[in-house]
């Protein structure tokens, strides 16, 4: 069994080099759980995210992360779930690329190595820049579904304006054309039977309709209040 030196340290390279890239694919994470709302960047970014942006009166918005919503634990579980399935498959890539599939433990130490390194030198100096680029990603977001919106809510304003409004008005004007003739009826009916001395049947009904019942008690409650204590 020979030894390759040269795919040895490449094995050992692409080993340290890919723990720092998991490191930062890491980092990457926090900027989809910051857009899902389970993870909050720092406190001092709070009035960038409250800001209102231009032509759009309105911010991205501070939402408050907690780990006891079932969507904030399921966002982390699925990030969290996916980490170690992606080191894995990494890992299972490189030994067969430099090592013909054989395992060996100097990988998987070199792995956790690189990893380490970033989460210890860079992970707490480029939180800010994620948090940044997540703000970023989120107001072009606000700004592409507005612009992909915008034509629906022209055309419901339209909607509104040319179909839903002269409707709406000729339904009025016809509600209103009835009640002036069941008015006008109502009066030509009363005048006849003021001459004839005695309302008709459809005047009685009228009158003594629900909606006439309640008009007069209404009306004689009013006049008993109105008359003045003996």
């Known amino acids: 069994m020979t030894i390759d030196p040269v795919a ?90 430099f090592n013909s599939g054989k395992f060996r433990i100097s990988a998987l130490l070199l792995l956790l190595l690189g990893f380490a390194l970033w989460r210890v030198l860079f992970s707490a100096r480029t939180a800010r820049l994620f948090a940044y680029a997540a703000f970023s990603l989120a107001v072009l977001g606000l700004y592409l579904r507005t612009l992909l919106l915008l034509p629906l809510k022209l055309l419901r304003r339209m909607l509104l304006k040319f179909c839903v409004a002269p409707m709406l008005r000729g339904a009025q004007s016809l509600y209103l054309m009835y009640c002036r003739q069941r008015s006008a009826a109502m009066c030509r009916m009363q005048l006849n039977a003021a001459k004839a001395g005695s309302l008709p049947t459809t005047a009685q009904k009228i009158m003594t309709s629900k909606g006439m019942k309640k008009t007069c008690r209404r009306k004689e409650k009013r006049v008993a209040r109105s008359r003045p204590l003996p």
């Open 8 to 97: 040895q340290l490449s094995l050992c390279l692409a080993a340290l080099f890919g723990g720092v890239g998991l490191g930062i694919l890491a980092d990457i994470g926090k900027i989809l759980r910051i857009l899902l709302g389970a993870y909050l960047p720092s406190p001092s970014l709070r009035p960038l995210y409250e800001r209102r942006l231009p032509w759009l009166s309105r911010s991205v918005g501070w939402r408050a992360a907690s780990a006891r919503r079932v969507w904030a634990v399921g966002v982390s579980f699925l990030c969290d779930f996916a980490f170690p399935i992606l080191t894995t498959l990494y890992l299972l890539y490189i030994l067969f690329c």
